[in-house]
């Protein structure tokens, strides 16, 4: 019974939102979608969903190692799967695949790796508001000075980070002394002394930011092939917006929930027909979906058993 209660929530979830936003117009509208769409911006965003991550990998093997160079195979094998989980599994559960396959593919501790998964998360979430924040102010969402408010929230969240950084660096070594959880503490938090040079922090930054920009590119090249109705910051507002909703412990099946009403409830606010804003969302979830699903399995299908640190992450 505790293992159908998460099932059920989560199709509960997703019933309700597909219930809110399937009107019978959309569902005519989405059959006449599939005949109609541009194939070439949908392919080129299935692509970028893939090249996105890749550049995770690479931030993950950043702040294991602390080295900037590009990630193993396996590594990129492991960020496809932790992906393909998160998709699959309700309620957020896929994201206990990182530690696990970390370990159990590349030797590295449960702590480490859990800590390493914490930070990159506090990472995007700050990348993400930034974005929303941004593409809210270029969309003049709060007129007046609002917009200026909207701008300084914006930059501010983009140099979180950085701060996170910082204080997790100088911390680390008072959390390292506490009794009893000592160790766990220092384990949990060696990703924050992988990133404490100036070259590794940067990059660690810089890649969440770049990685979230090609998620942004990928909603902007949707949107453009299945409606005429949603500029680009709109797009890139509605991305934000849905990557915020899909970060919450309360998802649906396959990721189909809340994520797309977030997108809808931002696009519509930005000026898009309600119709068009339903549409979109379903596409780009079609798109990411199809990715997680293909890729992770691919990489499923080739992952090798290492038990050791001799496969690294940055080799």
Known sequence: MRRLLPAL????????????????QILASLARLLAEASPLPLLAAFALVAVMQGLRAWRFAVMMTGRLALPGAELVRIAFQLNFWNFVLPFRLGELSYPVLMNRRLGYGLLHATGVLLIARLFDLAVVAAILLGAAAALDLWPGPGRIVLALAALGSALAPFG???????????????????????????????????AAGLAAVGLSLVLWLVFGLAAILVAQAVVATVPPAAAMLGGAAGNVAFALPINGVAGIGPSQAAWVAATTRAGVPWDDAVISALALHAVVLSNALVCGALAMATSRRPQNRASTAGN
């Open 9 to 24: 929530l989560a199709l509960g979830v997703t019933a309700v939102c597909l219930w809110f936003l399937l009107t019978p």
């Open 164 to 198: 996170l950084a910082v204080a997790g660096l100088a911390l680390r070594p008072h959390m390292a002394r506490l009794p009893r959880i000592g160790d766990a503490a220092a384990r949990l938090t060696a990703g924050f002394e992988a990133i404490g040079g100036y």
